[in-house]
């Protein structure tokens, strides 16, 4: 069964550094997220992306967030100047069409030093 | 979306059938009941959706009251793999929104 995969699955970072989270969505699919979930806590929304555009963006979502779709495979989730508070687990999701389930990946684990 | 309420945490014995219950009795007519679950720290899972007809998969069933202000997922046979946090979810059908979690059940599988 068609998987979202996701790169790399634990990413250690200085604080102040830019990180790039990846993620290959299922390959016919049009709607494109990211999520994350600080330990313990829940899962919270970021960004959505359809037709290489951001749909809709979260108050987390802020001017150090950036998400791209370089290519046909690929999503990015790019922070650029991280802060201790960015540590978290960064989950990609993605689903065909309107009225579909989302499909996650297991996730990036993103610590901030 | 409407909220939706579940209990924080239920045991079930493995091989016995889990049902876990949500309510949600400010549902509007066009929003789906989802159910998705998250093992350890993995990504979400989805399991299973379904608007006012009970639903059955390879995983689980669902179960949605006439009213459709609540809904049980069932397990029909619980494994130890099966011990996860489970999240019911409602969600306009129409609309690209994002999924909204929860705090969701903590299912125990027992030996």
């Known amino acids: 069964e068609p998987e979202v995969t996701q790169t790399p699955s634990h990413q250690v970072t200085q604080m102040g550094q830019e990180v790039i989270l990846r993620c290959v969505p299922i390959s016919n699919h049009l709607y494109f997220y990211w999520y994350r979930q600080i330990l313990g806590q829940k899962v919270e929304f970021l960004v959505s992306?359809?037709?290489?555009?951001?749909?809709?963006k979260s108050e987390i979502f802020d001017d150090q967030f950036s998400v791209e779709r370089p290519d046909g495979s690929n999503f990015t989730l790019k922070i650029r100047s991280t802060k201790l508070e960015d540590s978290a687990m960064y989950f990609c999701?993605?689903?065909?069409?309107?009225?579909?389930?989302?499909?996650f990946g297991d996730g990036t684990r993103l610590s901030i030093l | 979306d409407a909220k939706t309420t579940q209990p924080t945490s239920m045991d079930c014995a493995e091989g016995r059938a889990a049902n876990l219950p949500c309510n949600h009795s400010?549902?509007?007519?066009?929003?789906?009941v989802y159910w998705y679950r998250q093992i350890h720290s993995q990504g979400p899972q989805y399991i299973i959706h379904g608007l006012k007809n009970n639903e059955t998969n390879e995983m689980a069933s669902l179960i949605i009251t006439e009213d459709r202000k609540s809904s049980t997922l069932i397990l029909p046979h619980a494994t130890l793999r099966d011990t996860a946090v489970y999240y019911c979810i409602v969600r306009v059908s129409y609309n690209t929104d994002k999924l909204i979690f929860g705090t969701g059940t903590r299912l125990q599988v027992f030996p």
């Open positions: 400010t549902i509007s007519g066009n929003e789906y």
């Open positions: 992306f359809y037709n290489n555009e951001i749909s809709e």
């Open positions: 999701a993605s689903y065909l069409a309107v009225g579909k389930p989302q499909h």
